[in-house]
């Protein structure tokens, strides 16, 4: 199948990042490790998944066997590098880049138990290396840049953050058409922007402001502004505008997920509709993401389930 993706002037940039690992999957090594030792691993990733993202586990628990390992090896790897960045003391560069040469390795150590799964996961599904490594320093921006000026600049960031999540976890559920790369860029952009959007008073203690400072100012808004965390009828504009260009990428990228294999529709379904829904409890609770930080209950989850494996099931055309 074949779908007109629908791309605007900041993607083109973001398309040429995605074909460039693209050629590197056809090369990816043999991999071997012990039976139980890579159990080990796997079971490790799965308890990494379960502890740091209700959403993701519930969404990746919907794969078959081998792909829901792979996916939550993928979120353990991410994790673990994010982590680097937001908690690691002394030099965060040098530990990201121990961290990037252990992933590289074609048989990582024991004692590096996600980096183990991981290799084995990114071998059996020919995952591209390059994706990974644009990850890994897409996160690094975090160290040395906490403002972003326009929408085109943070697009970019939730490209290497996100949009590489995307790209890879395309490959573990499997795509019929090429034209998934656009649709899978464009859907990490929209979950990227959904955590900006809902983590802005989070993101303000540490020191970071991903929201476009073009776009604050066009609203009377400031850092200082956000550092008040006063809602008032400016920040409800400011935010009711982001929140609508959000659903448009969510809507815009969800056709893509006609262009998976029929095993992992429900799963990517579920992880970009069950995310979007934490839009509505921004909006449900006045736009105040100073003092709160909005989220989906487990039963909320649950019952959005059947409508979104309905939706999947139906295919793009789906309301």
């Known amino acids: 199948m074949t779908l007109e993706v629908p791309v605007q002037s900041w993607e083109y940039p973001l398309l040429a990042l995605a074909r460039e690992p693209l050629e590197s999957a056809a090369h ?32 990746s628990g919907l794969l078959p066997p081998a792909k829901r390992s792979a996916a939550r090896a993928l979120y353990a790897f991410c994790r673990i590098t994010d982590n680097l960045v937001d908690e690691a003391a002394g030099d965060r560069l040098a530990a990201l880049a121990s961290w990037s040469q252990t992933v590289k390795m074609h048989q990582p150590p024991a004692a590096e138990p996600v980096a183990l799964a991981w290799a084995d996961a990114q071998a059996h599904f020919h995952i591209p290396p390059g994706y990974a490594e644009q990850l890994i320093n897409g996160v690094a921006r975090d160290i ?3 403002r972003y000026q326009t929408f085109a600049d943070l697009a970019e960031y939730a490209y290497g953050v996100a949009s590489t999540v995307g790209l890879m976890t395309m490959h573990i559920v499997g795509y019929t058409s090429y034209d998934a790369v656009g649709y899978a860029v464009k859907l990490g952009v929209a979950l990227q922007m959904t955590n900006i959007l809902r983590d802005v008073g989070e993101d303000w203690r540490a020191g970071r402001v ?13 850092d200082a ?8 009828d400016r920040w409800r504009a400011f935010m009711r505008f982001q929140i609508e260009r959000n659903r448009q990428l969510y809507d815009e990228a969800r056709p893509g997920i006609s262009l998976l294999k029929t095993d992992g529709r429900f799963a990517i379904a579920a992880a970009a509709d069950l995310y979007q829904a934490i839009l509505e409890d921004i909006e449900r609770h006045d736009y105040d993401v100073f003092n709160r930080r909005a989220s989906i209950s487990a039963l909320g989850k649950l019952r959005r389930l059947p409508g979104i494996w309905w939706r999947a099931r139906r295919g793009p055309t789906a309301a």
């Open 28 to 59: 990816l090594p043999q991999f071997q490790a012990d039976g139980r030792l890579l159990q080990a691993a796997y079971s490790h990733c799965e308890a990494l998944t379960h502890f740091h993202s209700k959403t993701f586990y519930v969404a």
């Open 144 to 146: 040395t840049q906490t």
């Open 210 to 222: 991903y929201l476009p400072q073009e776009e604050l100012a066009a609203f009377g808004l400031s």
């Open 225 to 232: 502004d956000i550092a008040r965390g006063e809602v008032d």
